[in-house]
């Protein structure tokens, strides 16, 4: 009986945590499948029903095109038809303008295409601000954890008491300050203020993580390099590079993440709209009178795919650094 009685509070224990993390997932998903529903509707799709994906019926619509007509379902297709009866046209006529079916079932597969169109610029621009900055940024904190964790001179311990301040400063705090540099140094309106400010940004917590990282290798590691004649960058190639490739790694991850999602500062440095970034120039899929919500959904889950892909590429190795840090901790 009592063995009947373990088996059956087991299995409601377990029953219990699925439950608990399928309500997690559904909280997790939700907000995505909404942005996903919205993205192949129109406003006017949105506004009847704004949480459920268009029918399947509809996918088969999406092929088909007819005559515009002042009657149709999609205010685009009024539109057209209204511009070509103000040039004299009539239905029937060899110019009369041809759009796709617009009916409450339609699925709106144009929506990503010029969300795309909007977008794909400030996604290259922001891929090669984000790389620069990752790879310059950890060669910088790698360098400089090597030499706070192996080098014992006078002032370090100051200087690093002051890099521990800085993790407790906003970074909002020092915009205007920085904003003057930028301004001094004429490097405004460039994609070099942002890789600059990065780097800059992300070399208290790298710096301290590697320190810490690196203080925790054993010493006879670099004391057989030293005796093997390796110099400190010999060292640091060949005994810490490899064994916090993980660390690297992770930094890595959430550098890019940084970089990526970063709106504040590119919107007030850069001018030029070819040169803004992806959190930025989001903004101009927004319409100053009427909000087109599908290209705006569309627009926002494209600059989500590479975060997701890099993500489930790069989940074991961040899995990995996290648990080397809190081991090394």
């Known amino acids: 009986m009592s063995v009947l009685?373990?088996?059956?509070?087991?299995?409601?224990?377990e029953a219990l945590k699925h439950g608990f993390i399928w309500v997690i997932l559904l909280f997790a998903f939700f907000p995505m499948y909404v942005t996903v529903a919205i993205s192949l509707k129109s406003n006017k799709q949105f506004a009847s029903h704004p949480f459920s994906l268009p029918p399947l019926r509809g996918l088969r619509e999406t092929?088909?095109?007819?005559?515009?007509?002042?009657?149709?379902?999609?205010?685009?297709?009024?539109?057209?038809?209204?511009?070509?009866?103000?040039?004299?046209?009539?239905?029937g006529d060899p110019d009369w303008p041809m759009v796709r079916r617009s009916t409450p079932d339609t699925?709106?597969?144009?929506?990503w295409a010029k969300a795309w169109r909007i977008v794909s610029g400030y996604i290259f621009n922001t891929i090669f601000v984000a790389v620069t900055t990752v790879i310059l940024s950890l060669a910088c904190s790698l360098a400089a954890g090597f030499f706070f964790a192996?080098?014992?001179?006078?002032?370090t311990s100051v200087l690093w008491y002051f890099f521990l301040i800085l993790m407790?400063?906003?970074?909002?705090?020092?915009l205007i300050p920085l904003f003057i540099l930028l301004r001094?140094?004429?490097l405004l309106n460039t994609l070099w203020a942002l890789i600059i400010t990065g780097i800059a940004g992300g070399q208290v917590v790298q710096i301290y993580i590697l320190r810490n990282f690196i203080d925790d290798i054993p010493q006879d590691l670099f004391d057989a390099a030293e005796v093997d004649g390796a110099s400190p960058f010999q060292q640091v190639m060949h005994v810490v590079l490899p064994m916090s490739g993980s660390i690297l790694s992770t930094l890595a991850i959430l550098q890019?993440?940084?970089v990526w999602n970063n709106f504040l500062l590119p919107f007030i440095v850069i001018r030029d709209d070819s040169l803004l970034t992806l959190a930025a120039g989001l903004i101009k899929l927004d319409a100053e009178y009427v909000k087109q919500w599908g290209e705006m959904m569309a627009g926002y889950l494209i600059a989500s795919v590479p975060l997701v892909l890099i993500f489930l590429f790069t989940m074991r190795l961040f899995v990995k650094g996290i648990a080397a840090g809190a081991l090394k901790g």
Not at 168 to 174: E, Q
Request: net charge positive.
């Open 5 to 13: 009685k373990n088996s059956f509070k087991q299995s409601l224990v």
């Open 63 to 91: 092929f088909i095109r007819e005559p515009a007509s002042l009657e149709a379902y999609d205010p685009a297709a009024v539109t057209a038809a209204r511009d070509a009866t103000e040039l004299g046209l009539k239905p």
């Open 107 to 111: 699925w709106h597969w144009e929506h």
């Open 168 to 174: 407790l400063m906003p970074g909002v705090a020092n």
């Open 256 to 258: 890019f993440l940084g």
């Open 150 to 155: 192996r080098y014992r001179v006078p002032g």
């Open 184 to 186: 001094n140094l004429r």
